[in-house]
């Protein structure tokens, strides 16, 4: 495999407009909606990575089985679009993203965001990982959840973790 070129990089605006020798996929609008919903938002990324597309495929979110699952703020499963469809976008999940970085669409993907693009990819990887232990505890049964009060408690927590004081 080859690595990516910066000739080959698609820059769409928040209109739809690009600059670029292609254009951009029809999933640009997931990069534009979030833009638009969390101007915190300064990087988006969407993954076909294995264990969250098999997740979606089941339309499962990762449920609080595990504490990290605070770093995405928890995740979400929208509900199923065709990919060619034109309103296909996290609008769908809009009503779960307000203390999110993180979503499945069903049927599809991960979306995430975060301020930086390191910070989104961690998210990512983050969650990525968390879709495959959540996998692996279910091939032994269904894993133990954390309370509403205990995973209030670790999102809290997670409100100044890693920050400097």
Same mark, same amino acid.
């Given at each position: 495999?080859? =690595?990516?070129? $910066?000739?080959?990089?698609?820059?769409?605006?928040?209109? *739809?407009?690009?600059?670029?020798? +292609?254009? /951009?996929? %029809?999933?640009?609008?997931?990069?534009?909606?979030?833009?638009?919903?969390?101007?915190?938002?300064?990087?988006?990324?969407?993954?076909?990575?294995?264990?969250?597309?098999?997740?979606?495929?089941?339309?499962? =979110?990762?449920? $609080?089985?595990?504490?990290?699952?605070?770093?995405?703020? *928890?995740?979400?499963?929208?509900? +199923?679009? /065709?990919? %060619?469809?034109?309103?296909?976008?996290?609008?769908?999940?809009?009503?779960?993203?307000?203390?999110?970085?993180?979503?499945?669409?069903?049927?599809?993907?991960?979306?995430?965001?975060?301020?930086?693009?390191?910070?989104?990819? $961690?998210?990512?990887?983050?969650?990525?990982?968390?879709?495959?232990?959540?996998?692996?505890?279910?091939?032994?049964?269904?894993?133990?959840?954390?309370?509403?009060?205990?995973?209030?408690?670790?999102?809290?927590?997670?409100?100044?973790?890693?920050?400097?004081?």
């Amino acid at each position: 495999m080859g =690595g990516l070129r $910066a000739d080959q990089i698609v820059h769409p605006d928040l209109e *739809g407009r690009w600059e670029g020798r +292609a254009a /951009p996929s %029809s999933e640009w609008r997931f990069h534009r909606d979030i833009y638009r919903q969390r101007p915190e938002a300064q990087a988006v990324v969407h993954a076909h990575s294995p264990f969250a597309v098999s997740l979606a495929c089941l339309r499962r =979110g990762i449920p $609080a089985f595990h504490y990290m699952v605070a770093v995405a703020g *928890g995740t979400s499963v929208a509900p +199923a679009t /065709p990919p %060619s469809a034109p309103r296909r976008s996290p609008t769908t999940c809009q009503l779960r993203w307000e203390d999110r970085r993180a979503c499945h669409m069903a049927n599809h993907e991960l979306v995430a965001f975060g301020e930086t693009l390191d910070q989104v990819l $961690a998210v990512a990887l983050e969650v990525e990982g968390l879709c495959h232990q959540y996998w692996r505890a279910g091939l032994m049964g269904e894993p133990v959840l954390l309370s509403d009060a205990e995973m209030d408690e670790v999102l809290e927590r997670f409100k100044t973790y890693g920050k400097r004081r």
